[in-house]
T-cell receptor
Framework: QQQVKQSPQSLIVQKGGISIINCAYE??????FPWYQQFPGKGPALLIA?????SEKKEGRFTISFNKSAKQFSLHIMDSQPGDSATYFC??????????FGTGTSLTVIP | DAGVTQSPTHLIKTRGQQVTLRCSPI?????VSWYQQVLGQGPQFIFQ???????GRGNFPDRFSARQFPNYSSELNVNALLLGDSALYLC???????????FGPGTRLLVL
């Protein structure tokens, strides 16, 4: 079964808008939650990651919000740009063990 | 510094054949993981190696095997190819098994 559920499958946002992608998990042993960005023909690139001891982490225009009690985490992209158009994957792992990836969200930012 | 490199970039095989994919980790990284990414899906974990020892294996059949060499490079072998093995195969390296993983560009395998 899918260990990490990601939504929406696709997202269209106007330039300058906020893109929000959500993920949910069941395994409470997960302790590392990264987000990856993937462009066509490329491998995933790490964007930002969080551990469950904090509720939010911000790096530039990218913010992860983490809700441990709801077992949910989300990626917020502020001031979205056309160059942000890519597929985004959330993932979760127990440190030192395999990563479980979501099914991906295709983001299109319209100029 | 060079990132994770994989070869070949593309590969076409027929059903029943065998394939070997190669991965060179980032210099200094000792852990390599392999993932299969089917079109439109997230990567699925196949193997993790650290210091030449297998540390983890995903839910893949025994047709899939891998190894890590003394220089920390790695090979993924798939025997008796099936049409469903067509996918992007990703290699990720990290300094250790608990560290951040960095992905290579992948090898796109097409099985006809």
């Amino acid at each position: 079964q899918q260990q990490v559920k990601q939504s929406p499958q696709s997202l269209i946002v106007q330039k300058g808008g906020i893109s929000i992608i959500n993920c949910a998990y069941e395994n409470t042993a997960f302790d590392y939650f990264p987000w990856y960005q993937q462009f066509p023909g490329k491998g995933p690139a790490l964007l930002i990651a969080i551990r469950p001891d904090v509720s939010e982490k911000k790096e530039g225009r990218f913010t992860i919000s983490f809700n441990k009690s709801a077992k949910q985490f989300s990626l917020h992209i502020m001031d979205s740009q056309p160059g942000d158009s890519a597929t985004y994957f959330c993932a979760a792992s127990v440190t030192g063990n395999q990563f479980y990836f979501g099914t991906g969200t295709s983001l299109t930012v319209i100029p | 510094d060079a990132g994770v490199t994989q070869s070949p970039t593309h590969l076409i095989k027929t059903r029943g054949q065998q394939v070997t994919l190669r991965c060179s980790p980032i210099s200094g990284h000792k852990s390599v993981s392999w993932y299969q990414q089917v079109l439109g899906q997230g990567p699925q974990f196949i193997f993790q190696y650290y210091e030449k020892e297998e540390r983890g294996r995903g839910n893949f059949p025994d047709r899939f095997s891998a190894r890590q060499f003394p220089n920390y490079s790695s090979e993924l072998n798939v025997n008796a190819l099936l049409l469903g093995d067509s996918a992007l195969y990703l290699c990720a390296s990290s300094f250790g098994p608990q560290e951040t993983q960095y992905f290579g560009p992948g090898t796109r395998l097409l099985v006809l």
